[in-house]
């Protein structure tokens, strides 16, 4: 039992993983304020009076947000967000990236609502602090560090699913699962893809047990480490899961999705690779229909002589 649990907890990981969840943290962070939350740079223009801080906004000396406080936070993090992306100087600028973005998620959930959907995408941020120097593709070096770091995102990854059901039951009690939930959030945002369930309201309800049934199991994917295809799989039906609720009330779980991806062996992943190939497949088009080049010569006379 001991030796599983090590397993899990220090599982070597390839380096080439961390280039790339670097690469995809800093990307997520351009999107998140150009596409997915472009309305939180308009609290620079809220009054004071409507800020009610987190308890760590009130436990740290943190100002109010203001236009420059807002807007700096903002510039900030964007400019953070490109070094450690290519991997320039990454620890260092990921320790600005995770306190400009720990500051911009205070500045979001501070005004009556708290999203618990980049919580594991802050805990990526501050994991991505710890780890060395790495760079795309890199297979050969792998790192128990490594792995215990990603393992915490994995962990942070799942809470937000199972604590979500801990959630529902504080908040609204054993009932919530026979309640009219997704009837309201349906009529509140349905598409084309869900409107047609309201003529079902018993579906509805089975639909609710079967989200609490899918929260309560998803620490599963964490035990079943040693064989990686099923977890592979598992992990993709999470995000088949977050595909289909996108699509029947437009409810995105963008951050999540981003650190969920520390579950998949992006070191196999290498650009320059990718590049070499595509230039070659580029090459072979431009040969004529009889194989030879366009300049007339034949490639395997070229080669030999």
Not at 77 to 91: N, Q
Not at 216 to 221: A, C, E, G, Y
Not at 279 to 297: E, M, V
Request: some cysteine; charged content about 15%; glycine content about 8%.
């Amino acid at each position: 039992m001991t030796g599983y649990v090590n397993g899990f907890f220090f599982t070597p990981v390839a380096l080439g993983r961390v280039a790339a969840m670097r690469f995809l943290a800093g990307l997520f962070v351009w999107i998140e304020w150009w596409a997915y939350k472009p309305f939180i740079i308009q609290h620079r223009f809220l009054p004071e009076d409507l800020y009610q801080p987190l308890l760590i906004g009130r436990v740290l000396p943190i100002p109010a947000p203001n236009y420059w406080i807002v807007t700096g936070t903002l510039v900030v993090m964007l400019a953070a967000a490109l070094p450690v992306m290519f991997g320039y100087r990454a620890r260092l600028f990921g320790w600005i990236l995770f306190i400009a973005y720990f500051e911009w998620m205070l500045i979001y959930n501070s005004y009556g609502k708290v999203d618990h959907a980049s919580f594991g995408f802050m805990v990526l941020l501050l994991v991505l602090c710890t780890m060395p120097e790495a760079r795309w593709g890199d297979r050969e070096h792998v790192s128990e560090r490594v792995g215990w770091g990603f393992n915490l995102v994995q962990i942070a990854v799942v809470c937000t699913y199972f604590l979500s059901t801990w959630s529902k039951f504080r908040y609204g009690g054993w009932e919530w699962a026979n309640s009219g939930v997704f009837t309201w959030a349906i009529i509140r945002r349905g598409t084309v893809f869900s409107d047609w369930l309201l003529d079902f309201p018993q579906l509805l309800t089975v639909a609710q047990w079967g989200m609490i049934a899918f929260e309560l199991l998803t620490p599963l994917v964490l035990f079943i480490y040693p064989w990686k295809r099923l977890q592979y799989g598992i992990v993709a039906f999470f995000y088949a899961f977050h595909v289909a609720i996108f699509a029947a009330l437009t409810i995105s779980f963008l951050p999540h999705l981003f650190a969920m991806a520390c579950f998949l062996p992006l070191e196999r992943v290498d650009p320059k690779d990718l590049a070499r190939r595509a230039r070659a497949k580029l090459k072979g088009r431009k040969r004529t229909p009889d194989g030879r080049n366009p300049s007339g010569s034949d490639p395997e006379l070229t080669a030999t002589g």
